[in-house]
Nanobody
Framework: QVQLEESGGGLVQAGGSLRLSCEVS????????MAWFRQGPGMERQFVAA????????FYATSVKGRFTISRDNAKNTVYLQMNSLKPEDTAVYSC?????????????WGQGTQVTVSS
């Protein structure tokens, strides 16, 4: 089993930065992916960024490319989402997810989510 624990959300002014953390416990071997998703008020959940645990490949939604960076700390089994140049439209609940080795087709494990609010 996999457990995910997020932290790092908060309130920030437009143009500011935040870093989200997602600590992974349980399955951290093999080839799997981690990702961040977000769900804004009245909106569907959307993909933000993903990290392939074994190969280190990264993927980003167009809306965040160049502003957000996903990375990992091997020693801490933690995935980060560094968010720079934040905009009010980035306001959402951000959740990390683990794909259980499905190649990104089934995000089987989810964290509880952390609120990010960007004021204008």
């Amino acid at each position: 089993q996999v457990q995910l624990e997020e932290s790092g959300g908060g309130l920030v002014q437009a143009g500011g930065s935040l870093r989200l953390s997602c600590e992974v416990s349980g399955r951290t071997d093999g080839n799997f992916a981690m990702a961040w998703f977000r769900q804004g008020p009245g909106m569907e959940r959307q993909f933000v960024a993903a990290y392939n645990w074994r190969g280190g490949s990264t993927f980003y939604a167009t809306s965040v490319k160049g502003r957000f960076t996903i990375s990992r700390d091997n020693a801490k089994n933690t995935v980060y989402l560094q968010m720079n140049s934040l905009k009010p439209e980035d306001t959402a609940v951000y959740s990390c997810a683990h794909d259980g080795g499905s190649g990104g087709t089934d995000w089987a494990y989810w964290g509880q989510g952390t609120q990010v609010t960007v004021s204008s």
